[in-house]
């Protein structure tokens, strides 16, 4: 299929370019879609300012693309984005642009206990404290794992929430299948450890929700934070038969603050990877750094190399990874007088 590139994990970390690209152009859904997320929170406003990394993956979410993969380092609001937001845009428009209308969706994560019921919880509170909702939604009824929508033209909107361990199985609302699936972090931490649970993920995936969407009108994002190696995500980005977008937490790292390079530093600038880099490297657990914000899983022979990065970044700063570490961390990421402290 046109579009397809089969790579691997490291391949596509490796093109990562977080450098200002003065030809990139959002596309107008994702300028629209910026703009509802104003709207929802009103003079509440958002934490952060939106980096153009979230444009680049609401720019994916169009069109008629089945299959999309997103590999993203964690606190990126890869689920705001592709499950709590688009949820409620769907609720209010009706339709997705160059896809059509959407009547029925799935949301799968973990379990019914975890994500699915913590999202119902996301979405019930944004309904209930955004006036903007509350004006354009005239129905919106929630039980854990059935929420409902009508705006106020009347166009009816579901979505179910189903848990990867356990299947998706009778999927039919308005007497039609569904024609979108939001898979969200779909492994816990300890099913990542078991094969049996791993294998159970890939089925509810590739045997489950396959065959329960619409067989003609259908569209899946995938979005997740790998855990290793046999992660069903990590497998279908390097697959070939997924359309893939990966946005680790920055290009690389260990790297001076000059040379630092971002998915989102107005959230995650270079001392907060620092920080995170040093105590990882501290407690010796550097494999979980990687996995986590790089994306890169490592094998525990990469772990010397690593640390002996980051003791030439330290050194070319008159500083000592073995001899004080607190002390020369302080002072390393000092900024103006004001110490950052781990």
Same mark, same amino acid.
């Given at each position: 299929?046109?579009?397809?590139?089969?790579?691997?994990?490291?391949?596509?970390?490796?093109?990562? %370019?977080?450098? %200002?690209?003065? *030809?990139?152009?959002?596309?107008?859904?994702?300028?629209?879609?910026?703009?509802?997320?104003?709207?929802?929170?009103?003079?509440?406003?958002?934490?952060?300012?939106?980096?153009?990394?979230?444009?680049?993956?609401?720019?994916?979410?169009?069109?008629? !693309?089945? *299959?999309?993969? @997103?590999? +993203?380092? !964690?606190? #990126?609001?890869?689920?705001?984005?592709?499950?709590?937001?688009?949820?409620?845009?769907?609720?209010?428009?009706?339709?997705?642009?160059?896809?059509?209308?959407?009547?029925?969706?799935?949301?799968?994560?973990?379990?019914?206990?975890?994500?699915?019921?913590?999202?119902?919880?996301?979405?019930?509170?944004? +309904?209930? *404290?955004?006036?903007?909702?509350?004006?354009?939604?005239?129905?919106?009824?929630?039980?854990?794992?059935?929420? =409902?929508?009508?705006?106020?033209?009347?166009?009816?909107?579901?979505?179910?929430?189903?848990?990867?361990?356990?299947?998706? !199985?009778?999927?039919?609302?308005?007497?039609?299948?569904?024609?979108?699936?939001?898979?969200?972090?779909?492994?816990?931490?300890? %099913?990542?450890?078991?094969?049996?649970?791993?294998?159970?993920?890939? @089925?509810? /995936? =590739?045997?489950?929700?396959?065959?329960?969407?619409?067989?003609?009108?259908?569209?899946?994002?995938?979005?997740?934070?790998?855990? @290793?190696?046999?992660?069903? #995500? =990590?497998?279908?980005?390097?697959?070939?038969?997924?359309?893939?977008?990966?946005?680790?937490? +920055?290009?690389?790292?260990?790297?001076? $603050?000059?040379?630092? !390079?971002?998915?989102?530093?107005?959230?995650?600038?270079? &001392?907060?990877?620092?920080?995170?880099?040093?105590?990882?490297?501290?407690?010796?657990?550097? &494999?979980?750094?990687?996995?986590?914000?790089?994306?890169?899983?490592?094998?525990?022979?990469?772990?010397?190399?690593?640390?002996?990065? #980051?003791?030439? /970044?330290?050194?070319?700063?008159?500083?000592?990874?073995?001899?004080?570490?607190?002390?020369?961390?302080? $002072?390393?990421?000092?900024?103006?007088?004001?110490?950052?402290?781990?």
């Amino acid at each position: 299929m046109e579009g397809l590139i089969k790579k691997t994990i490291d391949d596509w970390l490796n093109e990562i %370019d977080y450098n %200002d690209d003065p *030809n990139y152009v959002p596309s107008a859904f994702a300028l629209e879609f910026v703009s509802f997320i104003k709207l929802v929170n009103g003079s509440k406003g958002e934490e952060h300012a939106t980096p153009v990394v979230h444009y680049k993956m609401m720019d994916k979410i169009v069109g008629k !693309r089945e *299959n999309t993969a @997103n590999m +993203c380092s !964690r606190g #990126l609001a890869k689920t705001t984005i592709f499950a709590e937001y688009l949820f409620l845009y769907i609720a209010v428009y009706g339709s997705i642009p160059g896809f059509g209308d959407v009547d029925y969706a799935l949301y799968v994560s973990d379990s019914i206990d975890n994500g699915v019921k913590k999202m119902r919880l996301r979405i019930e509170r944004r +309904c209930e *404290n955004s006036p903007f909702l509350k004006r354009y939604l005239s129905i919106a009824k929630f039980t854990d794992i059935r929420w =409902y929508f009508k705006n106020k033209e009347g166009k009816e909107f579901v979505v179910t929430g189903h848990g990867a361990k356990t299947g998706v !199985r009778g999927t039919v609302e308005f007497n039609t299948r569904p024609q979108l699936a939001i898979l969200d972090d779909l492994l816990g931490d300890e %099913d990542a450890k078991s094969a049996t649970i791993i294998e159970n993920v890939e @089925n509810t /995936v =590739y045997s489950a929700i396959d065959n329960a969407l619409h067989p003609k009108k259908r569209k899946i994002i995938w979005s997740g934070t790998p855990f @290793n190696a046999k992660d069903p #995500l =990590y497998k279908a980005i390097e697959s070939g038969v997924w359309y893939v977008n990966v946005y680790p937490v +920055c290009e690389k790292f260990p790297c001076t $603050r000059e040379e630092f !390079r971002g998915a989102w530093p107005d959230r995650f600038d270079y &001392d907060y990877v620092f920080n995170q880099h040093f105590k990882a490297t501290g407690a010796g657990k550097l &494999d979980s750094f990687n996995q986590e914000l790089m994306l890169r899983i490592m094998s525990p022979a990469d772990t010397p190399r690593s640390v002996q990065k #980051l003791q030439r /970044v330290l050194h070319r700063k008159g500083l000592s990874l073995e001899s004080n570490k607190k002390s020369a961390f302080r $002072r390393f990421i000092s900024d103006k007088g004001k110490l950052h402290q781990i």
